[in-house]
């Protein structure tokens, strides 16, 4: 049995490999903190339980969801809603606005919709890895832009060849940013959104962080930009603001005939997203956003404490803008090692668990990405077990 070139051509999942290190440590009698995986370890509210529980009473939502049944037609509103609310765009919930089985799903049918095997997708690197994966997975081609520190992890799209760009069918951007947690200012989406025009390249924005924002600081929509949706479609997840990680429900919005493309993928593949889960968003989008409020200053707490921790034992790490993740260059005593080793190395010695920078693109080598997926407590442990493993050195 042979995969086909396209899977060939792409790695196991990061988290797979960490996972089997993870199995390995636990076996020798040691436990594991998982700070690898950005996987919200918090309940998802009670309001959308309820809401949930009593929508799997009713068999009418067991069947398979349909665009114009009542109950889709009400998401596509309730997402609208949310998007005027927090951006104070006015989207079209006929044709601006596709409900996806979780945002990860809708952007990997974006590369399949979209590319021709000798089409170019322009992704950033480093980057959520279904950004890239998903482009090598529809045999397209990849052009990485180098997110680096000195330029504030923000594209330079004046390095990027002419003929690389004639061939290029959309880009990606994705902030706040995992795994580096930038955040991107409203000049620079205008920016891009002026550079693309006339370009015949589509701006694909994940938004999946735009409510874990701290200090001060917010996140904008591109689609807050004037005409943008003439060249962009815009991301957004329940996942990550209402703790709904495993429940599998995000949306995609902007440009009609992107979604329309992205939607004509969708329906050979999948059957919309389980009523009941909808009946939840809907709950979730329209609600009182005080729950995210919560999130966010817990995430906050988490943060302060690890980031200050680290620094305490002499790991010199940045404070997130934004996100649940420390994006943090390894320690200098260790910084001969690839991150890959590093990160395994950490894993056997202390059994704390964070994902090696290279998992997210080759621009994410020097790095490891540290989930804040636990409580304080639990965060207080493995600084202490790191203390430790500081302090030997190699
Ligand atoms: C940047 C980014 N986009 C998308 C996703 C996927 O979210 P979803 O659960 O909606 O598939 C993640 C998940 O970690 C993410 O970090």
Redesign the pocket.
């Given at each position: 049995m042979e995969e086909s070139n396209r899977m060939k051509r792409i790695p196991p999942y990061l988290f797979t490999i960490v996972d089997r290190l993870k199995k390995k440590v636990q076996e020798n009698g040691q436990t594991v903190i998982d700070l690898s995986m950005?996987n919200p370890d918090l309940p998802t509210p009670s309001h959308i339980l309820e809401e949930m529980g009593a929508a799997i009473q009713d068999p009418v939502n067991h069947r398979y969801s349909k665009r114009d049944d009542g109950c889709e037609v009400e998401l596509r509103k309730a997402i609208c809603y949310w998007y005027k609310k927090k951006f104070d765009v006015d989207l079209d919930f006929e044709t601006e606005v596709v409900p996806l089985i979780?945002?990860?799903?809708g952007?990997a049918h974006m590369s399949t919709a979209f590319l021709n095997p000798d089409d170019v997708a322009l992704v950033p690197s480093p980057a959520?890895p279904?950004h890239f994966n998903g482009v090598t997975m529809a045999g397209g081609i990849l052009h990485d832009l180098p997110l680096l520190k000195e330029n504030d992890f923000l594209p330079d799209v004046s390095k990027i060849p002419e003929d690389v760009l004639r061939s290029s069918k959309f880009m990606f951007l994705?902030y706040p940013h995992?795994p580096t947690t930038a955040i991107a200012e409203y000049s620079f989406y205008e920016n891009m959104v002026k550079w693309v025009r006339g370009k015949n390249i589509i701006l694909a924005s994940?938004a999946?962080?735009s409510d874990i924002v701290f200090d001060g600081h917010t996140a904008t929509s591109i689609l807050q930009v004037p005409r943008a949706k003439d060249v962009a479609i815009e991301?957004h997840?329940l996942?990550?603001s209402y703790n709904m990680?495993g429940w599998?429900i995000?949306f995609a919005v902007g440009n009609p005939e992107v979604l329309a493309s992205l939607e004509k993928a969708k329906s050979y593949t999948d059957f919309g997203i389980f009523r009941p889960i909808q009946r939840a968003g809907i709950k979730a989008l329209t609600s009182d956003q005080k729950c995210v409020t919560d999130l966010v200053a817990t995430y906050k707490k988490r943060v302060d404490f690890f980031v200050k921790g680290l620094q305490s034992i002499g790991w010199f790490v940045d404070f997130p803008k934004a996100t649940f993740y420390i994006w943090a260059e390894l320690p200098s005593q260790y910084k001969a090692l690839s991150s890959l080793d590093f990160a395994s190395l950490m894993l056997q010695k202390t059994g704390v668990a964070v994902a090696p920078g290279t998992g997210f693109g080759k621009y994410g080598e020097g790095y490891v990405r540290i989930a804040l997926m636990e409580t304080i407590p639990r965060l207080g442990e493995a600084l202490e077990r790191i203390k430790d493993f500081l302090a030997e050195g190699i």
């Open positions: 950005g979780g945002s990860k799903e952007i959520y279904v994705s995992n994940d999946a962080y991301f997840t996942s990550k990680a599998r995000g």
